[in-house]
């Protein structure tokens, strides 16, 4: 990777080098060539303008006496070489017999077989000065008709553009100069980029190598605020969310792995009782006492009735689970459903000779929600009380509202869950005392169905922290129902 950008990086910069230099040669030496022009036109113009009014004069009129008027005109074109910037050398001048563009002296000897007749001296040949040059040309010229003694000449100034040609090729050998040291700095600079670019590029991509290779414990540097940077910070996000997500996955697979082996346990138990004391009914049929027989038998059902309400407990978790179980919504008085639970479970806590006190405010509201789940949440937690508290034991149900919500609290004096414990009392299948608990006839799935019940309500179920002995935990439900927005009224 780290060759593939920098090649690309160099390529970038030299083309750029390049195309620039292209562009701003290419240019400069057009406008010197378009210059000099300028300047050869506007100097001719000016020699034959106002400012030099002798000069004209002097090529237009003759001398007393005068016999060869090419000869003189020549004389006066030699005088004013100056004004007409003819050096003898790039810039000449030529006298032209006006009719037939015949060369009739000059500055210089001129070519063999006459001048070339351009299209300048065809101008002037038909009586109009010739003042035009193409850029591309590789000369310029300049053909002034005159009229001297009744004789028509032409004045030819023709310049090798050779100091415009001289100029551009020394600013083209600069130029690919510049162009040489443009590429060696580009190269050298690219290198600093590609350092600068490529380094932490690597560093990811070593980071996400050693992510992909399942090590999330480095975080990278973000040494930038750049792109990079950004991307390193996002990368590092991500990184951090797959950690957390493959945790999840993990601790997901082993409650999955302890639910099976805990399934397998429970039933397994009543299934063994089941089984033993079939069997020694059926060794001994007829030879038993009846009382016996009948005692036996009824263990058997006793196991059989635990394994059906393990099993209905799991199909409800089930349910909730894959999301196929439907609340069945209605509006009920909240005091009411806490009452019924009161009323329901009096006879069991009297018969462990416990007090069980009822504080419920005067009004409370109707709340939307599925009685019968409601009902068997505070069932659930009511027994609870009951079952791990010692005979004789005190406890309270309280109810109330909280803005949009209700509420009920539980509170015991019994023993209570070790502080380890506390956090996993809602999971499946967990009980701090196995034995009593399944001595009272509970799975461990009471409160995990609880708490999935009232989280489909959209509410909550959780230990409340106390100083005191024994177990306080509460309820919260909204007032709507799930589902509907809060802060309808009502
Ligand atoms: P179980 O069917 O065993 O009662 P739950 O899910 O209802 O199952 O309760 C899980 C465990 O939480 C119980 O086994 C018990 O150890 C503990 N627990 C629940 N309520 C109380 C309470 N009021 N006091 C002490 N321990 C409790």
């Known amino acids: 990777m780290r060759r593939n950008l920098h090649i690309k990086l160099v390529l970038i910069m030299v083309l750029l080098i390049v195309s620039l230099m292209v562009v701003v040669g290419a240019f400069l030496m057009n406008s010197v060539t378009g210059y000099y022009i300028n300047d050869f036109y506007q100097q001719i113009a000016d020699a034959f303008g106002p400012d030099n009014a002798d000069f004209v004069r002097n090529l237009q009129t003759a001398t007393p006496g005068e016999e060869d008027g090419a000869a003189m005109v020549q004389e006066v074109l030699s005088a004013y070489a100056g004004i007409l910037g003819v050096d003898r050398r790039n810039r000449n001048f030529f006298v032209l017999d006006g009719a037939t563009g015949r060369c009739l002296g000059g500055s210089a000897v001129p070519p063999e077989g006459g001048v070339t007749v351009t299209p300048n001296i065809s101008a002037a040949l038909l009586g109009t000065p010739g003042f035009d040059s193409s850029v591309t040309a590789d000369y310029m010229d300049a053909a002034i008709p005159i009229t001297r003694d009744g004789h028509s000449y032409i004045v030819y100034i023709l310049d090798s553009r050779e100091t415009a040609r001289s100029l551009n090729a020394e600013m083209f050998s600069l130029i690919m100069e510049a162009l040489a040291l443009g590429l060696i700095i580009s190269v050298l600079l690219s290198f600093l980029l590609s350092k600068t670019m490529v380094d932490p590029l690597q560093r990811l991509t070593d980071g996400i190598e050693q992510v992909a290779q399942g090590d999330f414990s480095r975080k990278l540097e973000i040494t930038s605020s750049d792109e990079i940077g950004q991307l390193t910070e996002s990368f590092n996000a991500m990184a951090q969310q797959l950690e957390t997500n493959i945790a999840e996955l993990e601790k997901a697979e082993q409650q999955r792995k302890d639910f099976v082996a805990n399934v397998s346990h429970e039933l397994r138990t009543p299934l063994t009782n089941i089984k033993s004391y079939a069997e020694t009914l059926a060794d001994g049929v007829g030879e038993l006492p009846a009382e016996m027989e009948q005692r036996f038998l009824g263990v058997i059902l006793n196991e059989s009735d635990r394994m059906t309400h393990i099993l209905q407990d799991l199909l409800t978790l089930s349910r909730f689970d894959s999301g196929r179980s439907e609340l069945r919504l209605t509006a009920f008085p909240f005091a009411k459903a806490v009452d019924d639970t009161y009323q329901a479970v009096l006879m069991d806590a009297q018969n462990h000779a416990h007090t ?26 009511v ?99 799930p589902g509907e927005e809060a802060g309808h009224g009502g």
């Open 383 to 481: 027994s609870n009380a009951i079952k791990y508290t010692p005979d004789g034991g005190r406890i309270v149900l309280s109810a109330g509202q909280t803005g949009n919500q209700v509420w009920m609290e539980v509170d015991d004096n019994g023993i209570g869950i070790p502080k380890g414990d506390r956090g996993r009392i809602f999971e499946r299948f967990y009980r701090v005392d196995k034995a009593r608990s399944r001595q009272s006839g509970g799975t461990g799935l009471g409160l995990s169905i609880a708490q999935e019940i009232m989280k489909q309500h959209e509410g909550r179920l959780y230990l409340v922290d106390k100083s005191e002995p024994g177990l306080t935990i509460r309820m919260e439900l909204p007032i709507r129902g």
């Open 356 to 381: 069980v006190e009822l504080r419920l405010p005067e009004h409370l509201p109707q709340v939307r929600a599925d009685r019968e789940r409601i009902m068997q949440v505070m069932m659930n937690i």
